[in-house]
């Protein structure tokens, strides 16, 4: 029976020291593998260690949260900068475009406005839907520049006869033939004066007939003749050879084209001190037909005097330049009828080409360029002070000369390259 009670003891001590050995494994697996209180009543080391790796975990945590916040707020910056450019582009293109949308009658009043810088054929939609239905270019670029009224009176090619005056007889610049002649030409008197442009022309023309015929023979007897100097002559001619005779040959003072300057009477006066009349010399048919040259026409055509109304003078010659001449001559007309043809020649549909060899020839501005010679077109007088003349543009064209015609309009001369 002891043995049995003893033996019994020692179980029930086992029992107990594995009860608390199963306890203390219990308080130490609760407590998250720390002792909750160590022998002094203080935090053991493992528990200090484990208690400041876990602060520091928990700042590292804070840390990322931070930064996480800061990239998203990077992010939000940029698209909010982003939603702006794209919303103040939009706004200024819708501005500009309100501002681009004008009436079309008042865009095209605005756009006849401007002088110079234009595309003639382009303004409206019925010339551009004639450019497409005809395939012709319509884009002829040109300089506008503006001449006074007041000018139509001015330049190599205004009309002075019967009809037309001219009312600048004392305005004329000349230039004295006696004082200037280069030793070619012969002159009746030390007053006699034309226009510089017209005397260099006759100059030129005294060099070619000694040139082609030998003979320097020629003697400027008339040239510039202001209004008293044309009354004496009209008198003059009315007492030796009576009024209807006077009317024949001699212009009514302001009507007479030796006010102008550009016109003169010759004649050949030999060295042995004898007058020859053009009809009776030798050469005097050259000066008919080499004289457009040198830029003259013989004024007075036996066959034109129901046109000029003055009797034929072989002897009075006018300046109009080269082009012209070649062109009368080639048509075989006066200056009156000229000045009426060159009208249809105008800088929105035909105009007149002059080649160098004299040939004529019909062109478009659509056609140009063409090469060498003269272009030559007419322009109508605007009502007001100025009118309006349009120039192709380019340094092809930039060598021309504006004339009035002094009768309605303007004549434009281009001397080509």
Request: with cysteine.
């Amino acid at each position: 029976m002891e043995a049995a009670r003893q033996a019994a003891m020692r179980s029930n001590v086992s029992r107990d020291a594995e009860i608390r050995r199963r306890r203390e494994d219990q308080q130490k697996l609760a407590g998250g593998a720390m002792y909750q209180q160590s022998q002094y009543g203080g935090q053991s080391q493992y528990s200090r260690q484990t208690h400041a790796q876990q602060a520091n975990q928990a700042q590292q945590n804070q840390r990322r949260r931070k930064k996480k916040k800061f990239k998203i707020n990077i992010g939000a910056i940029i698209f909010v900068l982003l939603i702006g450019t794209v919303i103040g582009v939009s706004v200024n293109q819708i501005a500009k475009n309100n501002e681009n949308i004008v009436d079309d009658d008042n865009k095209l009043e605005f756009e006849n406005d401007l002088p110079g810088d234009t595309i003639s054929g382009n303004e409206t939609t019925d010339q551009e839907s004639e450019s497409e239905d005809t395939d012709e270019p319509d884009l002829i670029l040109h300089d506008t520049i503006y001449v006074e009224n007041s000018t139509m009176d001015e330049g190599n090619l205004i009309l002075v006869n019967y009809q037309y005056e001219y009312k600048k007889v004392d305005q004329v610049e000349l230039k004295n033939a006696y004082e200037n002649k280069t030793g070619k030409l012969k002159v009746s008197s030390t007053s006699l004066a034309m226009t510089p442009e017209a005397f260099d022309a006759l100059e030129a023309m005294v060099i070619d007939l000694e040139e082609d015929t030998g003979c320097d023979d020629l003697l400027l007897n008339s040239a510039y003749r202001n209004a008293a100097s044309q009354q004496y002559i009209y008198n003059d001619y009315v007492n030796k050879y009576g009024e209807d005779y006077a009317e024949s040959y001699v212009a009514d003072p302001g009507f007479s084209e030796h006010h102008t300057g550009l016109a003169c009477d010759l004649t050949f006066y030999t060295d042995d001190g004898k007058i020859v009349p053009i009809t009776d010399h030798e050469f005097g048919s050259w000066l008919g037909v080499n004289c457009i040259q040198s830029g003259f026409v013989r004024r007075y055509p036996q066959d034109k005097v129901d046109i000029t109304k003055i009797a034929y003078e072989a002897w009075h010659f006018r300046y109009v330049g080269i082009p012209h001449a070649y062109a009368i001559f080639e048509m075989d007309y006066c200056l009156e009828e000229y000045i009426t043809w060159i009208k249809d020649y105008t800088f929105d549909g035909n105009i007149l080409h002059v080649k160098k060899s004299g040939a004529l020839d019909d062109v478009s501005m659509s056609a140009l360029p063409v090469e060498d010679g003269w272009l030559i077109y007419y322009v109508p007088a605007d009502e007001g002070d100025n009118t309006e003349i349009l120039i192709p543009r380019g340094e092809k064209y930039s060598d021309y000369e504006i004339s009035g015609n002094n009768v309605d309009g303007f004549i434009v001369t281009i001397t080509l390259d």
